[in-house]
């Protein structure tokens, strides 16, 4: 016999559990995708495809990337997903309050969570729609999962005003408008550590400036490290590399090489060029398939910059990008024979932007406050001035290649390897443009990159908001609304490092340079 549904009279299948006929209600707003016309024709398709995939799954788990750049999702049951792919998902606005210790950093209960967003006052839901073209199948589950990474949005439809990836989304579209695309190769740097014991408690509460996180991870080395790309390092390392190069090439993303780096456990890992979308990602998923592999090997995975750890060297994330002119299928930044430019005119105007904003989007590169630990004197290969130069690894911005050279491009060697990937991509590309659109043209090359006369980079994180608020392209980036959520979130998180400073004592609590227990417990376990 065939029952009917709810008040609705939506028919329920004969045997179907009486619940059933709930489920096409029961997340996110009915038809919230179609309603909205949220998907283009290519999303649309995706999803029709995803059915076979999905019957063979238990669970999917849909996140996107909050504005520190950590993943934060919801696993669903495939049932439910089904539900999510028409209608979205409620989640509650907790990643874009807290700052990187889990402290309020921007007040929810003020009207419009004080930064002009009626939704978000009293902590008010809103909504996240998976993107089909990002869906993949983790290898490496104990259940059969789906990942896919999804876009927030307001109720009303409209972009989430505080969503990353819409940033870079706006900016690859602005390029787009000129026949270009943004081609971004990643080359990340991060330590790879043992599990030394159990993982510890959560913390009581909030100290003296701590977060309310619980203790980082107790770890040892794997190695002595200080044997620049020594096989031997590496080799000894496959145990954990190998599963975790081969989950990441299953989920499709284009591993180039690893290598061995200079610290203890330091790797490297490249990727193949990427649009600028599919890069940030690549990058996202890296960063979370990387630790969560790792930890099922009984080891602990970091994209910290300098962890709090004997002999450590500073990890890096250098952004190699260029411009592709889409009617002349060839890439924009390669100059004409015979002149001995480094790049094209359209390369050259790109390179300028990034150093006229250098100081304004620093906050993207180096968002936390150990990431400026890299930018310290013992570090020579590390920028701390805004130059060029062709080669030199010294420079803030280092160009590669040139005439005849298809490769040629500009690689960005400020960023720090747990930086947002949309943010940091996104400004990138909005100087480069910005160069573009102005005509401008870089000074000569650097023949010293730290010359005590060229224009200094932000020294803190601090210094680095500061020099952001007075941006108008960074703001323009963003939006109001994330410009002042991103500078209430820092301010919290500099607010609470200050103040554990003062508890500390000047004289023990950064011990001439030395990175403090404070950005090891805020930073070491969560990125």
Partial sequence: MTTTGSQTGSPQAAGAPRYARYARFATGSVGFVARHGLWNETQRAAADALEDTLSSLEFVRVGFGDPHGLVRSKTLTVDAFRTALRNGIDMSPGPFVFDTGHAVGVDFFAPGGGIGIPELTGAGDFLIVPDPLTFKVL????????????DEYLRDGSPHPLSSR??????????????????????????????????????????GGFGVQGEPPVVEPVNGGYQFNLDSFTDGLMHVVAPLARAVRELGLPLRTVEHESGPGQLEFTFAPMNALDAADAMLLFRTVAKQVCARLGHHAS??????????DASGWHLHQSLFDTAADRNAFVPAGGGGAPLSDEGLAYLAGLLEHAAGTALFCVPTVNGYRRLA???????DRVVWSAENRGALVRVLGGSGEESTHVENRLGEPCANPYLYLGAQLAAGLDGIERGLRPGAAAEDPHAPSAAPLPRDLGEAVAAMQDSTLARDLLGKQLHDCLVQLKRSEVARFEEWLAAAGAAGAAG???????????YFAAY
């Fill in 139 to 150: 290898p490496y589950t104990e259940a059969a999962t789906g990942w896919v990474i999804a």
């Fill in 166 to 207: 819409a940033v870079l989304r706006r900016q690859s579209e602005r390029a787009a408008a000129r026949g270009l695309q943004s081609v971004v190769g990643l080359e990340v740097e991060w330590y790879l550590t043992r599990l030394a014991e159990p993982a510890p408690g959560a913390a009581a509460a909030a100290v």
């Fill in 303 to 312: 994209f910290m910059a300098l962890p709090r750890l004997d002999r450590f």
């Fill in 377 to 383: 004197e013992q570090f020579s290969l590390s920028p």
């Fill in 512 to 522: 001439a340079g030395e990175v403090t227990a404070w950005e090891h417990r805020e």
